[in-house]
């Protein structure tokens, strides 16, 4: 029972900073105070698969949700373009909160999928779905590891609607966190 509790009360500390996907609708968030310059042929330069690392993964996680201790070990989320339709999520990846005697941590999957058009440097994604699985609960206290339940998805930010820059290697989106303050995430392309 005791680690339920522990899994509940790290996504509620998780998800307190994070934001469903955008449908499209709202105000474009403005990640970036810099005016940035669209490519030549926008719409081109976003074609392809982009990566944010494990290390940006972390750097997002720590502004956007300043608690100490809580990371994400492990995964990379990938930002796909193809054509007019647009894949974000992770195959798997590990969320953790450092406790007491060891750590809490869920392995989950997610995938954001829709459409999206670009004009004059601004994105637009629409009929967006979402979907994301815990795959397991565990916790590792003074040197056992033992499974519990908790949470069956986690929401995490994603891309939003508003003014990008993409080069032939980065790709900057705006996006928003649970409380609506804005910021930027970063992709690198793969080649």
């Given at each position: 029972?005791?680690?339920?509790?522990?899994?509940?009360?790290?996504?509620?500390?998780?998800?307190?900073?994070?934001?469903?996907?955008?449908?499209?609708?709202?105000?474009?968030?403005?990640?970036?105070?810099?005016?940035?310059?669209?490519a030549?042929?926008?719409?081109?330069?976003?074609?392809?698969?982009?990566?944010?690392s494990?290390?940006?993964?972390n750097?997002?996680?720590?502004?956007?949700?300043?608690?100490?201790?809580?990371?994400?070990?492990?995964?990379?989320?990938?930002?796909?373009?193809d054509?007019?339709?647009f894949?974000?999520?992770?195959?798997?990846?590990?969320?953790?909160?450092?406790?007491?005697?060891?750590?809490?941590?869920?392995?989950?999957?997610?995938?954001?999928?829709?459409?999206?058009?670009?004009?004059?440097?601004?994105?637009?994604?629409t009929?967006?779905?979402?979907?994301?699985?815990?795959?397991?609960?565990?916790a590792?206290?003074?040197?056992?590891?033992?499974?519990?339940?908790?949470?069956?998805?986690?929401?995490?930010?994603?891309?939003?609607?508003?003014?990008?820059?993409?080069?032939?290697?980065?790709?900057s989106?705006?996006?928003?966190?649970?409380?609506?303050?804005?910021?930027?995430?970063?992709?690198?392309?793969?080649?």
């Amino acid at each position: 029972m005791k680690l339920k509790i522990l899994a509940t009360g790290m996504l509620i500390v998780f998800l307190a900073a994070c934001s469903l996907p955008s449908t499209g609708t709202e105000e474009p968030a403005m990640g970036n105070e810099s005016t940035p310059v669209p490519a030549e042929n926008d719409f081109a330069c976003l074609q392809g698969v982009w990566e944010m690392s494990n290390t940006a993964l972390n750097e997002m996680l720590a502004s956007r949700v300043p608690v100490a201790g809580m990371s994400i070990p492990t995964g990379t989320f990938r930002l796909t373009f193809d054509g007019n339709t647009f894949g974000y999520g992770s195959d798997v990846f590990a969320l953790r909160m450092e406790i007491p005697g060891g750590y809490m941590e869920a392995e989950a999957i997610f995938l954001v999928s829709g459409n999206f058009s670009t004009a004059d440097g601004v994105v637009t994604f629409t009929d967006q779905l979402y979907t994301s699985e815990v795959i397991t609960w565990r916790a590792m206290i003074d040197g056992e590891v033992s499974e519990t339940t908790g949470a069956t998805s986690i929401f995490l930010p994603a891309p939003g609607s508003g003014t990008y820059t993409c080069s032939g290697t980065s790709l900057s989106l705006p996006s928003a966190s649970g409380t609506g303050e804005a910021f930027t995430m970063v992709f690198s392309r793969v080649p």
